[in-house]
């Protein structure tokens, strides 16, 4: 997002009495793809904390058969 800052905004805007709980998850390739979009954690990281939900990494080489 180029302006992330207008995200978490919105969200709590339309969230400001907590009610709905928003879990984030951020899916990557690989441990490589990861490190290249370790920005992107603290979005994700804020919006789940803002709003009682959690925050997940899922790695999908691992998960894939």
């Known amino acids: ?21 928003i879990n984030t998850i951020l899916f990557v390739e690989d441990k490589t793809e990861r490190q290249k979009n370790i920005d992107s954690e603290g979005l994700m990281k804020k919006i789940a904390d803002e709003s009682g939900g959690k925050f997940r990494w899922v790695e999908m080489d691992s998960i894939q058969q």
């Open 1 to 21: 997002f180029p302006d992330t800052g207008a995200v978490v905004d919105m969200i709590n805007k339309y969230n400001k009495d907590r009610r709905i709980k």
